[in-house]
Structure formats: structure tokens, C-alpha cells
């Protein structure tokens, strides 16, 4: 079975460019959530999902970042524009159900850098 | 401000030996605490769960749980080479989301 797939793995991108990266769920997990790893910060959790609707976007850095999740196989991450700052590995997980008893899977992650 | 806080390391154990990894945390209220290792250049892969007090065993790896004392740990028996990473611990409290905290490097020398 096909874990988290995230796209694209790589993206480098110019200061105020627009940055879309791309999460697919395991099949039949219905939570979804998008981290963040820097060496200086570590893991931050930005945004996570139960059944296609956000719930909490306490970690969402500021409103150049915003999350979607149009139907249960398929979610985005969207950055306009883009800052060096921005620079850092993003990870999308996902997990069978919601709640904390639940094990998240982590997809290969998108390491974005930002010129 | 629940938290989770590790030894940053790094943890150098020779080959063959026991690696004690170990984690604590700040909320009574949590309810169940996992392992992640990461390689270099890798995303974090879940290695263990553990959801009650006492010992969980898998393999060469031990969790064990103490809530009364906010503590948990991880064991790795016959430490290898290929088990240098760093390992991350999480805690669920009583939410959805994750805690984790900044990692253990663990390095096993031959």
C-alpha cells in the first residue's frame, strides 16, 4: 500500500514567487496534518485536518500560508509570496482517524528553499 | 505550554551495546506517547506507540511509559550502525495534535 505521497520533493524558488506543494493522504486516513522542520525550530505542526476540514491552524505562520483540502485524497499547502525565512523541509502526515491515540505516517516531505 | 523535552545528544554508544533514549514531558493529561526515527535527509518514521504504563516490546526496541513520573523512554538492544538517527519523541494530549520534541541524535559506532 502506497504511503503519504507529497509533491514536488524539491522546490527552489525566488523571494515573492507563489510555492504550492502537494500532500495525498494514505487511502482511508481521515486526518491530515502539514509540518514544518528547521534545524533551528525543529517539528511545528501548521495545520491539520479531520475529514477534509480544517481544525486547527494555530501554527499556520502568518496569512501568507494558507491550506486546502478540496475531498479526502488530496490537500495543498499554498505560501504567496514566498520569503528566504520560508526556507525548510514541510511534511505532510496523515493518520486512520483524528485524535491523539492515532499514529501519524509521515510522507517523504518537500524541502523548499527560497532565494 | 505542554511540552516535550529530549537530551539533544549526541548519544554515542559502541556497537553490540544497550541505547537508552529518554523523554519527559510537562502534562499529566497526556495519553499516549510515540517514537519517530529520522534519518539524515529523511522524514520521520514511527517506530513505536505506547499508550499505558510499563514496558512495550518490538523487536530490539523497548518503550516504557511512567506517568506518575512524566517520563518515557526508548531501548534499543544490540545497537547497530544502521540505528544511528535521530529519534523523536511525541506526546498526544488529550488532542488531536502531535508534540514533539527536538530529537536525540543517536550515533553507534562499530
Known amino acids: 500500500d502506497a504511503g503519504v505521497i507529497q509533491s514536488p520533493r524539491h522546490e527552489v524558488t525566488e523571494m515573492g514567487q507563489e510555492v504550492t506543494l502537494r500532500c495525498k493522504p494514505i487511502s482511508g486516513h481521515n486526518s491530515l496534518f502539514w509540518y514544518r522542520q528547521t534545524m533551528m525550530r525543529g517539528l511545528e505542526l501548521l495545520i491539520y485536518f479531520n475529514n477534509n476540514v480544517p481544525i486547527d491552524d494555530s501554527g499556520m505562520p502568518e496569512d501568507r500560508f494558507s491550506a486546502k483540502m478540496p475531498n479526502a485524497s488530496f490537500s495543498t499547502l499554498k505560501i504567496q509570496p514566498s520569503e528566504p525565512r520560508d526556507s525548510a523541509v514541510y511534511f505532510c502526515?496523515?493518520?486512520?482517524?483524528?485524535?491523539?491515540?492515532?499514529?501519524?505516517?509521515f510522507g517523504p516531505g518537500t524541502r523548499l528553499t527560497v532565494l | 505550554q505542554k511540552e516535550v523535552e529530549q537530551n539533544s545528544g549526541p548519544l554515542s554508544v559502541p556497537e553490540g551495546a544497550i541505547a537508552s533514549l529518554n523523554c519527559t514531558y510537562s502534562?499529566?493529561?497526556?495519553?499516549?506517547f510515540f517514537w519517530y526515527r529520522q534519518y539524515s535527509g529523511k522524514s520521520p518514521e514511527l517506530i513505536m506507540s505506547?499508550?499505558?504504563?510499563g514496558d512495550k516490546e518490538d523487536g530490539r526496541f523497548t518503550a516504557q511509559l511512567n506517568k506518575a513520573s512524566q517520563y518515557v523512554s526508548l531501548l534499543i538492544r544490540d545497537s547497530q550502525p544502521s540505528d544511528s538517527a535521530t529519534y523523536l519523541c511525541?506526546?498526544?494530549?488529550?488532542?488531536?495534535?502531535?508534540?514533539f520534541g527536538t530529537g536525540t541524535r543517536l550515533q553507534v559506532f562499530p
Open positions: 502534562d499529566r493529561g497526556s495519553q499516549s
Open positions: 502526515a496523515s493518520s486512520l482517524v483524528g485524535g491523539a491515540w492515532n499514529e501519524q505516517f
Open positions: 505506547i499508550y499505558s504504563n
Open positions: 511525541a506526546g498526544g494530549f488529550n488532542t488531536d495534535k502531535l508534540i
